[in-house]
Antibody, heavy 119, light 110 residues
Framework: QVQLQESGPGLVMPSQTLSLTCTVS??????????WSWIRQPAGKGLEWIGH???????AYNPSLKSRITMSIDPSKKQFSLRLNSVTAADTAVYYC???????????WGQGTLVTVSS | QSALTQPASVSGSPGQSITVSCTGT?????????VSWYQQHPGKTPKLIIY???YRPSGVSNRFSGSKSGNTASLTISGLQAEDEADYYC??????????FGGGTKLTVL
């Protein structure tokens, strides 16, 4: 059973950079079909796909966030990371990491971590 | 990319069947058979219940079924139970190689 765990600061100052890491355990990390994704959900609102990364480092990002996102991956640590710069209050949300078989759907999710953007 | 369109809410009585629609475009829902559905109870993590339009992951009740016609996908829940009360989200792969979610549908079991 694949397990994912998000980690990172719960509070980020406006205009600064949000940084999160997802650690994967209990399963393959570098499978041919495994993509790794970030999704967020503001309180009381719907899900928003942020982007995903493949083991070799290739990425796909949500066009609305693309200019502010960087994703990276470290297969040796079974981790992947998200950096979102120039944050505002609108970036306050629960951030989830998830596995994406063949980049088509999300089958295993982390428990989510709340990130608040506030001074 | 625009979010897929879902009804804000649906409701049904125990034992009944309900259907949630998810409307996209010929660049996402209509182009690929890569629509998925997620169930989210309040305060909980989303759970995959349908992938690739109609397939259920192991352990998901066969009361959940999915289909697609043109640019609209549908999730049907038969034999409604109180535990089905939750938010439901659709998602689709797009021709740009990205993913897009629907706005979510709140299911109330009367």
């Amino acid at each position: 059973q694949v397990q994912l765990q998000e980690s990172g600061p719960g509070l980020v100052m406006p205009s600064q950079t949000l940084s999160l890491t997802c650690t994967v355990s209990g399963g393959s990390f570098s499978g041919d079909n495994d993509y790794w994704s970030w999704i967020r959900q503001p309180a009381g609102k719907g899900l928003e796909w942020i982007g995903h990364i493949y083991r070799g480092g290739s990425t796909a990002y949500n066009p609305s966030l693309k200019s502010r996102i960087t994703m990276s991956i470290d297969p040796s640590k079974k981790q992947f990371s998200l950096r979102l710069n120039s944050v505002t209050a609108a970036d306050t949300a629960v951030y989830y990491c998830a596995r994406m078989p063949n980049s088509r759907y999300f089958d295993f999710w982390g428990q989510g971590t709340l990130v608040t953007v506030s001074s | 990319q625009s979010a897929l369109t879902q009804p804000a809410s649906v409701s049904g009585s125990p034992g009944q069947s309900i259907t949630v629609s998810c409307t996209g475009t010929s660049a996402d829902v209509g182009y690929f058979n890569y629509v998925s559905w997620y169930q989210q109870h309040p305060g909980k993590t989303p759970k995959l219940i349908i992938y690739d339009v109609r397939y259920r992951p192991s352990g998901v009740s066969n009361r959940f079924s999915g289909s697609k016609s043109g640019n609209t996908a549908s999730l049907t829940i038969s034999g409604l139970q109180a535990e089905d009360e939750a938010d439901y989200y659709c998602s689709s792969y797009t021709i740009s190689g990205t993913l897009v979610f629907g706005g979510g549908t709140k299911l109330t079991v009367l």
